[in-house]
């Protein structure tokens, strides 16, 4: 259904790559612009446990999957005009894919050294968050991940901040990304050793 687009998603994700937990936690707030009156909607959802979804972060809104589709269909409490933006806080657990080639992968070298990548391009974008996870649709992301504090992470934008939490992880978080769809969205968390050049207009490594 094209009754609503995405304008922005705040992404956060809870990992524990160091002892190769195979699911992670996940929270997502999503700025929705409706284009006409509806009292639903619509997102691609695959493989994700939602624990909640709510309304500006406080009602709690009521939900039913279409497994066939990987649709997740949010019920609001009544029929929004077109025009009118609001914000649906999910939260959810997810379930790495193991050595695979898709969705968010967790994978490991040298005996057990593990790593995080993804794969979205071009519909697995849903394997790692509730999302219109259609190449036609951009939408801004701001991500934010918290990590074993040993590992390194990157993403699509530089890092504005890491922040120590009390249980030896690390909270980094991106700058917001330009409007892009959802498959270009990417993340690897590793501790592989790196080169770089920094003399160019854009850092390589």
């Known amino acids: 259904p094209n009754n609503s687009i995405p304008l922005r998603y705040e992404l956060k994700l809870k990992v524990n790559v160091e002892k190769g937990f195979e699911t992670f936690f996940g929270d997502v707030k999503i700025a929705i612009k409706i284009l006409s009156r509806t009292n639903l909607i619509t997102l691609h959802s695959k493989d ?8 500006y972060s406080s009602l709690l809104l009521p939900f039913f999957y279409e497994a066939d589709r990987d649709f ?15 914000i649906l806080d999910i939260s959810y657990v997810g379930q790495f894919n193991i050595n695979a080639t898709k969705g968010i992968v967790l994978a490991s070298y040298d005996e057990g050294t593990n790593y995080i990548f993804t794969h979205f391009e071009p519909i ?3 394997f790692c968050l509730p999302c219109y996870d259609e190449p036609a649709i951009r939408a801004v992301f701001s991500v934010t991940i918290e990590h074993d504090s040993s590992y390194d992470v990157l993403s699509n934008m530089p890092v ?6 009390d ?6 978080t991106f700058e917001d990304t330009p409007q892009m ?20 207009r854009v850092p390589q490594r």
């Open 48 to 55: 994700l446990h939602i624990k909640s979804i709510r309304l």
């Open 72 to 86: 997740l269909n949010v019920k609001l409490p009544s029929e929004v005009e077109a025009g009118k933006e609001i």
């Open 124 to 126: 697995f974008a849903r």
């Open 160 to 165: 504005v901040s890491h922040d120590k939490t």
């Open 167 to 172: 249980d030896n992880h690390t909270v980094t």
């Open 181 to 200: 769809q959802s498959y270009l969205l990417a993340f690897f968390i590793h501790k592989f050793p790196f080169i770089e050049n920094n003399n160019t």
